[in-house]
Structures are given as C-alpha cells and as structure tokens.
T-cell receptor
Framework: DTAVSQTPKYLVTQMGNDKSIKCEQN?????MYWYKQDSKKFLKIMFS???????INETVPNRFSPKSPDKAHLNLHINSLELGDSAVYFC???????????????FGEGSRLTVL | QKEVEQNSGPLSVPEGAIASLNCTYS??????FFWYRQYSGKSPELIMS????GDKEDGRFTAQLNKASQYVSLLIRDSQPSDSATYLC???????????FGKGTTLSVSS
C-alpha cells in the first residue's frame, strides 16, 4: 500500500486553465503539506494542514487554494495557471506537528505540472 | 527570512571515498535538523535526523551538528554509485513552522 499517494502524476495544460491535484495518506498522520519543487530542485513549503485546519500559508498567490476534507486528504486547486506554475508539487505528511518537531516527512511521488 | 544554504555541487567523489556535504542555517532558534536524499525523478526520503550538538552515526552515514556555528554536515563513508543523488538539508524552527529545505547538493559517485 502506498503511504502517501497523489493524483495525477503528470498534468500538461494551457495557460489560463484550472487544475486540481489530490493527495491521500493512509499513515494516520495529523499533518499534511504541499511543497513546490522548481526546476532547480528547490523544495518550498506552500501550505500545511493539521487535522483539517490550515496552519501554514506561505506567500502563495490566491490562485492556489488548498482544501482538506478530512485529515487523510489534502487537495490543491490552481486557478488561471501561469507558465511559472510549472513545477513538481509534492504532498507530504507527518505525525507530530504539535510538539514543534514535524519529525519525518513522508512524501508522495509528486505531481509534475507543465503549463504551456 | 529563514534560510538554509547548501553548495549546489555537483560534488564528485570516487567509489569508496568519503563524501562530505555541508549546510548552514540562519535561524538560531532552529531545533531539528534533517538530511533527505532525492534520486532523480523521485520524491525525497529521510536518511538522517539530528537534534543535539555532536555526531550521530547510522551505518555509513554520520550527521554532525554545531548549533553555535549554525552548521550541519553529512558524511558518507565508503561512497557507492548508488549514493549518487541530491541531498537536501532541512531545518525545523519553532512550533507550528514547517521544515525549511536547502536547495540541495548533487553528489556523483563514480565507479
């Protein structure tokens, strides 16, 4: 069983379109994250949810809207896609956020978004 | 702005040599430190964590932490071609903050 699964793995779309990425974890973790990895491999935090509550919202355009229907799922919707949104988006989960140490992050396989 | 700095490399070492990867961080309040390995086209995976000053060894890997110098390193002994990957240093600060990653160092081990 895949611990953290993301769909789709690949998206190719035109500028201006809207797209969504879904993430599910079966580890029983309380905290989930979206990270963006650009072409230079820089992995940057976008959002984090703890038990369905948004706890981290970095400086991300309003076109990006995360949603967590329950603590095992975290989705990312992107409106009006731009060329600069092309990247690999990683979902991750961790067990213990409350103590201040996220401990080990478990990453999904990533969703490679290409905006043409 | 909290930052984690790494040399991007590539760092090239021959098989069997020791690879030394370095990382500095800006937030003096940081409490937890991690090394992740990422193979090309794959997701990052945790290989070492360290919380206290000094050395921590796990097999061929040794993590070193010096909080006074705000410096973390990873040594890989007896490097193997399978160690060729990008190594990401990650630092966690105060409660409620996410892991901050460095830009990674690409290691190439030649046989």
């Amino acid at each position: 069983d895949t611990a953290v699964s993301q769909t789709p793995k690949y998206l190719v779309t035109q500028m201006g379109n809207d797209k969504s990425i879904k993430c599910e974890q079966n580890l029983g973790h309380d905290t989930m994250y979206w990270y963006k990895q650009d072409s230079k491999k820089f992995l940057k935090i976008m959002f984090s949810y703890n038990n369905k509550e948004l706890i981290i919202n970095e400086t991300v355009p309003n076109r990006f809207s995360p949603k967590s229907p329950d603590k095992a799922h975290l989705n990312l919707h992107i409106n009006s896609l731009e060329l600069g949104d092309s990247a690999v988006y990683f979902c991750a989960s961790s067990q213990d956020w409350a103590s201040g140490d996220p401990g080990e992050l478990f990453f999904g396989e990533g969703s490679r978004l290409t905006v043409l | 702005q909290k930052e984690v700095e790494q040399n991007s490399g590539p760092l090239s070492v021959p098989e069997g040599a020791i690879a030394s990867l370095n990382c500095t961080y800006s937030d003096r309040g940081s409490q937890s430190f991690f090394w992740y390995r990422q193979y090309s086209g794959k997701s990052p995976e945790l290989i070492m964590s360290i919380y206290s000053n000094g050395d921590k060894e796990d097999g061929r890997f040794t993590a070193q932490l010096n909080k006074a110098s705000q410096y973390v390193s990873l040594l890989i002994r007896d490097s193997q071609p399978s160690d060729s990957a990008t190594y990401l240093c990650a630092v966690n600060g105060q409660a409620g903050t996410a892991l901050i990653f460095g830009k990674g160092t690409t290691l190439s081990v030649s046989s």
